[in-house]
């Protein structure tokens, strides 16, 4: 059983709001991935970081989101200036590696963002 | 296209039965995960699965790398299987299907 904790459960913002959301991976798991899915089911990547660095990002991620995995405090994943087009539910994971992604990543049980 | 096509996209059961859920997949790949995602949006890890066949219970997983295919069969359907199943490709990244919707009737 996954281990893995975000929060808020359930985000909802104005356009142009900050959206901010957060995530504790499993204790001991260095990589951490953020991915949205949209209400089509459709999953997209994000971001990843190994400890504190990030491995990948998207171009969307780069321009709007900002991300960060401090030492000693929990992931987060921060929508700058939201858009309608946000409104997903962010899904945090974690495994031991992010080297081809080898190792089964954990999820959380995700944060629903609504961007009104 | 697609790199991960999954098929079919929805599947209606009644309790007992048998299901087979396809994953294909348009790229090589360093292994494959199946996930069943609860109502609600909660991702469980059903079966990491980088070849052959793996068993869990009513749950049995099949991969063959060469061909780019992967299933995943319910054996003896309850209602607590509804739910979305996904499969997802790993390369750096999860690269994910867009899942089949099981719905187990009593």
């Known amino acids: 059983n996954s281990k893995v904790i975000q929060t808020p459960r359930y985000l909802v913002k104005g356009q142009g709001q900050k959206a901010k959301m957060r995530c504790i991976p499993e204790?001991?798991?260095?990589?951490v991935f953020w991915y949205q899915q949209n209400k089509n089911n459709e999953f997209k990547f994000l971001i990843n970081?190994?400890?504190?660095?990030?491995?990948?990002q998207i171009d969307m991620t780069e321009k709007r989101f900002s991300a960060e995995c401090p030492s000693n405090s929990p992931c987060s994943l921060e929508i700058q200036s939201s858009e309608a087009g946000d409104s997903a539910l962010y899904l945090c994971?974690?495994?031991?590696?992010?080297?081809?992604?080898?190792?089964?990543?954990?999820f959380g049980p995700g944060t629903r963002l609504l961007v009104l | 296209g697609q790199q991960v096509q999954q098929s079919p996209t929805s599947l209606v059961l009644q309790e007992g039965e048998n299901a087979e859920l396809q994953c294909n997949f348009s790229?090589?790949?360093?292994?494959m995960q199946w996930f069943y995602q609860r109502p609600g949006g909660s991702l469980v890890s059903v079966f990491y699965?980088?070849?052959g066949t793996k068993q869990s219970g009513r749950l049995t997983s099949t991969t063959v790398i060469k061909e780019r295919r992967s299933s995943l069969h319910i054996s003896s359907s309850q209602i607590t299987d509804s739910g979305t199943y996904l499969c997802?490709?790993?390369?750096?990244?999860?690269?994910f299907g867009i899942g089949t919707r099981v719905l187990v009737r009593p």
């Open positions: 994971a974690s495994s031991l590696s992010g080297q081809g992604a080898r190792d089964t990543q954990y």
């Open positions: 204790k001991g798991h260095p990589v």
């Open positions: 970081f190994q400890n504190q660095e990030v491995l990948q």
């Open positions: 790229t090589s790949l360093n292994s």
């Open positions: 699965n980088p070849s």
């Open positions: 997802a490709i790993a390369g750096n990244k999860l690269t």
